[in-house]
């Protein structure tokens, strides 16, 4: 795709963000999942206490076993049974350690009473992501996965011959992140990364923004015109060669139609023309940084603005907010 003209070309700098957000996602926090377990009626240690859409390992495996993320059911049944106070009971569950880092090996260790079998889950933001059976009372080797961004969750559960069961849940915060954000009054919490340096283009408009960032070859449209501020993404699609606006739209005095890349996105889409009006003045060139949080889903963007503001990107185009320089 082609920058547009009076950007100063800067090198190609490219690197992966994860997008979506919510962050402080105000950064508001993502929805959960209720983690129900469907029990058997007659439950025996060999017999799985979920349904069969879920796949799980037919025996644990005693070695050293990244359990993160590799079978990922999005729902789990009502369970059968619930908790009794004369059922089975987790006695302890804990780790061989306080903090977590990515890469490093760690133990969990649990005891229970009245139970004929369990199950070890790993947790990723209120859902179950992947189970394992183990015995009533053990332990099991385990590896933080190397890109580990957020505290690790597990969950045991521990069943009776009657199917009645008892859970208890262990978290395991990281020890620190790995990367720092490059912004103060930051998220508490871990980048995905470190940040991506990358040209950049900047044009204000009546009820909104845009900005080309060269290092994902994308648009961001940022609307300003209703109480709650939304915005879209768009791939850069202008090519030499294609017209640089539309001589047939005249803007009234003191407003300037947008041209080239950004032009070609305002011309095409009629919602971007209605919402954002006419630019206020020519675009600017500029380098800036981005940086993303590293949650599962539901991520923020962060864009260093020009005047080394923040536009803080919520999730999903709910919202964004411009945080003006310290």
């Known amino acids: 795709m082609r920058r547009p003209p009076g950007v100063l070309r800067g090198p190609p700098v490219w690197g992966a963000l994860v997008l979506v957000a919510a962050c402080a996602r105000g950064i508001s926090a993502p929805p959960t999942q209720t983690l129900p377990v469907e029990v058997p009626a007659s439950p025996s240690p060999s017999s799985p206490p979920i349904l069969e859409t879920s796949t799980v390992p037919a025996t644990p495996n005693p070695e050293v076993t990244p359990i993160y993320g590799t079978v990922p059911p999005e729902a789990f049944p009502t369970p059968l049974a619930s908790p009794a106070t004369s059922g089975p009971a987790i006695l302890s569950f804990q780790a061989d350690r306080e903090a977590i880092m990515p890469g490093e090996v760690f133990t969990l260790t649990w005891k229970s009473t009245g139970a004929v079998q369990a199950w070890l889950y790993l947790l990723a933001e209120g859902r179950l992501l992947q189970g394992v059976p183990v015995p009533p009372a053990g332990s099991r080797t385990l590896t933080a996965p190397a890109d580990l961004r957020q505290p690790l969750e597990y969950m045991l559960f521990v069943f009776d011959a009657s199917g009645v069961y008892a859970s208890r849940s262990l978290r395991l915060p990281l020890r620190q992140c790995p990367e720092s954000w490059f912004f103060p009054h930051a998220p508490a919490e871990c980048p995905s990364g470190p940040p991506v ?130």
């Open 197 to 326: 340096i990358s040209f950049a283009a900047y044009q204000p408009f009546e009820r909104g923004h845009m900005i080309w960032i060269q290092a994902r070859d994308e648009i961001f449209v940022l609307f300003a015109d209703d109480q709650v501020r939304r915005w879209q993404v768009f791939a850069d699609l202008f090519e030499e060669g294609m017209p640089e606006y539309d001589p047939t739209l005249m803007p009234p005095p003191g407003r300037l139609q947008p041209i080239r890349g950004f032009g070609l996105v305002w011309r095409n889409d009629a919602e971007v023309r209605s919402r954002l009006g006419w630019a206020l003045r020519p675009e600017q060139g500029f380098t800036t940084r981005i940086q993303a949080t590293a949650r599962e889903r539901y991520n923020v963007l962060f864009i260093q603005a020009p005047d080394g503001g923040i536009w803080q990107l919520d999730p999903e185009g709910s919202g964004w907010a411009y945080h003006p320089p310290p």
